[in-house]
């Protein structure tokens, strides 16, 4: 059937989501073919214009529509705290929390070995580069509570240390291995509030 090809294909890209299954996929494509053509015209332009619209931002590595976000323009935050996060969508988690008053710098990935390599290199001597060209006094290191993310952390906490610099990490309250994005606000916004002094453990 020639047409099912048309529809399996679309099924296909709508399971390439996260927290997707076959089925549920299937469910979305039927109910797509019901919805009014304007309305799948709406919803396709606006997937298709991701890519030209958002971009990353060349200081932070944080969402952008232009070269720099918002953020990092804003001269209303506080340039002398800086979050460290793991990827650009855990600002918008932090940002919902309003506890951030801050700036942000994305890591993009985290430590595999015991020293970082590749991107995850170039990213930490920008990051250097930036805390020296901020003059940061505090940055709080929000990677995730997992093996890795504690390990980046402690990796960044003796790479970065000087004697001016604060460096805190989230008080979590959480069990290890709980990813921040199922992590709800207010608990979050604790996390930011409490934040731990490194070493002080
Ligand atoms: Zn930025």
Avoid: W
Wanted: aromatic content about 6%.
């Amino acid at each position: 059937m020639k047409e099912l090809s048309v529809i399996n294909a679309l099924i296909d890209s709508i399971s390439a989501l996260p927290s997707i299954g076959k089925k549920t996929a299937e469910r979305i494509a039927y109910a797509l073919l019901d919805f009014e053509p304007s309305k799948i015209k709406e919803i396709g332009e606006n997937i298709a214009s991701l890519p030209l619209k958002i971009k990353r931002c060349a200081i932070c590595g944080g969402y952008s529509l232009g070269d720099s976000c918002e953020i990092c323009q804003n001269p209303e935050r506080n340039h002398q705290f800086m979050m460290v996060v793991h990827e650009p969508k855990d600002i918008f988690l932090f940002e919902k929390t309003n506890a951030m008053k801050g700036i942000y710098f994305v890591l993009d990935e985290l430590l595999k070995g015991s020293k970082p390599t590749g991107k995850l290199e170039t990213r930490i001597n920008l990051l250097k580069n930036r805390i020296q060209k901020e003059k940061t006094s505090e940055i709080l290191l929000a990677t995730p509570m997992s093996l890795e993310g504690q390990t980046t952390a402690l990796y960044l906490q003796s790479f970065l240390k000087t004697p001016n610099l604060k460096i805190t990490r989230l008080a979590y309250g959480l069990p290890f291995g709980s990813m921040l994005e199922y992590v709800d606000t207010i608990t979050l916004k604790q996390a930011v509030i409490a934040r731990i002094k490194m070493g002080e453990e």
